[in-house]
């Protein structure tokens, strides 16, 4: 047997060994992905499809994002009727989800472009992912016309060209405005869609809603408004424009990583740079002061209300404590109030440092102007603090008791040694990674033995036979 094929059989014995030593270590081979493909409808749910096949698939996913961004939504994915396709099915609204960095149900609204991956699970947690593949959420409902202008794109079905051309007028004009007194504008042209009736704009972006006549959405650079063909964007219809873009504005003058500002705030400088604080606004405001229903900020601070009279009147305050913060500070401390939100501060913290005193002082003031109080907060109050354990501290040095119930602090309880998996116990993937460093090290050991026997013998092969 020559030296070389000891060599060989040496080799192939260590890795024998090292299977021996290590029997549950197998390698897989990687998962096939075919071509993933999407089904995006407006108003439906959205499915994603793919061929996926292997012989270790713990588990099948897909990742979606935004064209663009990197926040990036799970689904879960279950074998299809078709033999080797995987699918996921999902009532999913993706621009919300990649702000809210959560599973947002509901429906995506029109124009979103979107990204999508398929990713297989192995048993032992490791992942692999197939091809991107790419989606759009259209209305194809009606034949779009677009003209581009400025830092607009105006998208419309019903009306002459001249229509088209006084909506994106408009619209960068309210660009503009905003630009000036926020500090910042638009990165990039944004998106108008122009529907003729407001049924149609409510199944394309709230089939749940009755009240609107915009949305702008952030995370895809759109807006929707309702304008009739017949109306031309001027009157309430220039003010829907100007509203929504305003909010584009504004969220790019507060953009930050943290949180936003209260929605109050972003809906009374879109109503104030829109149409003002108006008669009509008014209106709505006196009558709450009048039967004592006004609504505190902070109760405005998130979603406004559903009914319509209080939805109403949410605007009205919004844009009447923005007046109010113009008559006190001026203007140019509510630009400068606005602008603090991009370094992430809280309602309070912003507040603060614009003015001196917190959201609830300046919510106080606003009140005491109207001529009224503040009313308690409704719905569950904080309980009475009850009595402390006579072994805490006063000073709240100490966190608690330092024993259980019945025993001495320097006793130690029936689990004072941890078990396998709590903290301070014996981790089981630790344990198992040091058998199978063990396990390489006598492979090593015993392969260099191996040659250096080889290595011995080959030598003694060579010598010329000895006589006695």
């Known amino acids: 047997m020559t030296a070389l094929r000891r060599l060989a059989i040496a080799l192939s014995l260590s890795v024998a060994l090292v299977g021996a030593l290590l029997p549950g270590v197998t390698v897989a081979a990687e998962p096939t992905f075919g071509t993933p493909s999407v089904t995006a409808t407006l108003g439906e749910p959205i499915t994603f499809s793919s061929p996926v096949s292997g012989d270790d698939i713990a588990a099948v996913e897909v990742l979606v994002r935004l064209v663009g961004d990197a926040t990036t939504i799970v689904i879960q994915a279950q074998p299809a009727q078709a033999a080797g396709t995987w699918q996921a099915t999902q009532s999913i609204d993706i621009g919300t989800s990649a702000l809210c960095e959560c599973l947002a149900d509901g429906n995506t609204a029109p ?33 779009w016309r677009t003209i581009e202008q400025g830092l607009v794109r105006v998208h419309w079905y019903n009306g002459n060209d001249a229509f088209a051309q006084s909506a994106a007028d408009v619209a960068n004009e309210a660009i503009d405005r905003a630009s000036e007194l926020l500090g910042t504008t638009l990165p990039q042209p944004v998106d108008l869609f122009v529907y003729d009736t407001q049924q149609a704009l409510l199944e394309a972006v709230s089939p749940n809603r009755e009240n609107i006549a915009g949305q702008a959405h952030q995370a895809i650079d759109t807006m929707f408004v309702w304008i009739p063909a017949d109306q031309g964007a001027d009157a309430f219809a220039g003010e829907v424009v100007r509203h929504e873009l305003t909010h584009l504005v504004f969220d790019a003058a507060t953009d930050n990583p943290y949180r936003e500002p209260a929605l109050w705030i972003n809906e ?106 503040v009313p308690a907060p409704l719905g569950p109050q904080p309980g009475p603090t009850g009595p402390l354990p006579p072994d805490w501290q006063a000073d709240g040095q100490t966190p608690g008791p330092s024993a259980r119930p019945g025993e001495s602090p320097a006793t130690p309880g029936p689990s004072a040694t941890p078990r396998p998996g709590q903290p301070g116990g014996a981790d089981p993937d630790a344990l198992t990674r040091t058998v199978a460093i063990i396990g390489w090290l006598l492979a090593v050991v015993v392969l260099v033995a191996l040659i250096g026997y080889l290595l011995v013998q080959r030598n003694r092969a060579r010598r010329p036979p000895q006589g006695w």
């Open 111 to 143: 124009n979103t472009h979107f990204e999508f991956q398929f990713r297989v699970r192995a048993a032992d947690g490791s992942t692999s992912v197939g091809p991107v593949g790419q989606g759009v959420v259209n209305d194809d409902r009606f034949e």
């Open 268 to 373: 009374g400088v879109a109503v104030y740079l829109s149409v003002g604080y108006s008669a009509y606004y008014q209106s709505f405001v006196d009558g709450a002061v009048a039967d004592r229903s006004l609504i505190p900020l902070d109760g405005l601070a998130g979603l406004f209300p559903s009914p319509p009279d209080q939805f109403y009147l949410a605007y009205a305050e919004a844009v009447a404590a923005i007046d109010f913060f113009i008559r006190t500070h001026g203007e140019p401390k509510l630009w400068d109030l606005v602008r603090s939100y991009a370094r992430g501060l809280t309602d309070d913290e912003a507040f603060s440092a614009t003015t001196g005193v917190d959201a609830a002082a300046f919510n106080a003031a606003w009140f005491a102007s109207l001529g009224v109080d």
